[in-house]
């Protein structure tokens, strides 16, 4: 799955490395979730037992890998980062688990991406922390039982729809990771701010939280676009509002922080297939962009902005995707 959001060359990788909160006291926001594993982790600690297993779902950016690196440091755990991507057969797999240490934090990005035979050797891993290797081929085909050291498995995914039931049953704890609210993104922001010894007035804040499509990556990501801002047009570390609105205009980022391909999907919706219904496979083709993104990037911020509707037949643009367009609801007059 391509993140749209993705930051590209390796200081941008640096920094939201150094910008990320190293403990759930410093995580911004998703209070119910923060609670849940505060316990989670407390409970395993008394008993001294790793954690019990931990699936995250939720769009790009909203804090997964982040969580994963805390749930490793407050349990004082080696963390392991690997992908559904990178494993592609179940050999890949058992080389991973087997290499773990006891009480490791094992953390798989896009779970739901992980090849089928793998899935299978993940619920016995999970569940008795144990793996069966086939050896051979055919008839002379045996398997070898392999015992593991116990581990914490943290899943991320942006589909949890896609994963399997017997996989999804078997974490002791499923959260869902929520878009933020724009007074969440500004205490996000503020923090980064500090870090990256930029000052703002809460309103220049205020207005990159409103931006930034519900995501703490987003709101870091334009903050470093706007403190470049301040440093080539204004006087070095300071920004105010006008630093920030010319900064994001100059990125594209509409007044509702809807990006490049947000608009043009609704653009297509709306010009195009004049409201809609469409279905997704037609819409990915006319804005020519990979259907998962735009069914776990763009749609979920969509109908979150009351945007985009989804009906049996497919999606629909609401009165106020129009009004944003500044295309006439009565689309008659199109050609
Ligand atoms: P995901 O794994 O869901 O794509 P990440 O955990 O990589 O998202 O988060 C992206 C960036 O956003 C990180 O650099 C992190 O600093 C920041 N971030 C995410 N969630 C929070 C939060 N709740 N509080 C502060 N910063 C956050």
Redesign the pocket.
């Known amino acids: 799955l391509r ?1 749209v959001d993705e930051p590209v060359d390796e200081s941008e990788l640096a ?3 150094a ?3 190293s403990s759930l006291a ?5 209070q119910k979730v923060r609670g849940q594993l505060q316990l989670l982790l407390d409970a395993a600690r008394l008993q001294q037992r790793p954690a019990d297993h931990i699936l ?1 779902s ?12 805390i749930v490793a440091h407050e349990s004082e755990r080696p963390l392991r980062l690997s992908s559904g991507p990178a494993i592609q057969h179940a050999g890949d797999l058992a080389a991973l688990l087997s290499s773990l240490t006891p009480g490791e934090v094992l953390f798989i ?1 896009e779970i739901h991406r992980m090849a089928r035979s793998a899935e299978e050797m993940l619920y016995l891993a999970m569940e008795d922390f144990r793996i069966d290797i086939m050896v051979g081929k055919g008839a002379g085909a045996t398997s070898i039982p392999l015992d593991l050291a116990p581990f914490t498995l943290v899943g ?1 995914t ?1 589909r949890s729809g896609l994963l399997p039931n017997p996989l999804r049953d078997r974490f002791g704890f499923t959260a869902h ?1 929520e878009y ?1 609210e724009p007074f ?1 993104l500004e ?2 922001i503020e ?2 701010a500090a870090r990256l010894g930029v000052e703002m007035p809460p309103a220049a804040r205020a207005e990159i939280a409103r931006r930034s499509r519900g ?3 987003i ?2 990501r334009l903050l470093r676009r706007v403190r470049d801002y301040a440093l080539v047009h204004g006087d070095g570390d300071a920004a105010d509002e006008a630093i920030v609105d010319a900064a994001l205009d100059l990125y594209d980022v509409d007044a509702l922080g809807l990006d490049r391909l947000d608009r043009a999907v609704l653009d297509a919706v709306v010009r195009r297939f004049r409201g809609g219904p469409v279905g997704l496979g037609t819409l990915s083709v006319a804005v020519g962009e990979e259907s998962d993104t735009i069914e776990s990037v763009v749609e979920p911020y969509l109908v979150r902005i009351g945007f985009l509707g989804r009906t049996p037949r497919g999606r629909v643009a609401t009165p106020e995707a129009y009004g944003h367009l500044g295309v006439p609801h009565d689309n008659s007059v199109l050609g």
Not at 58 to 69: E, Q, V
């Open positions: 993140d920094i939201e490395g910008l990320r909160p410093e995580f911004v926001g998703q995250l939720g769009p790009p950016g909203l804090g997964k890998t982040t969580l994963a690196m990005d991320a942006t990771l933020y969440e205490r996000v923090r980064s995501t703490p990556r709101a870091n």
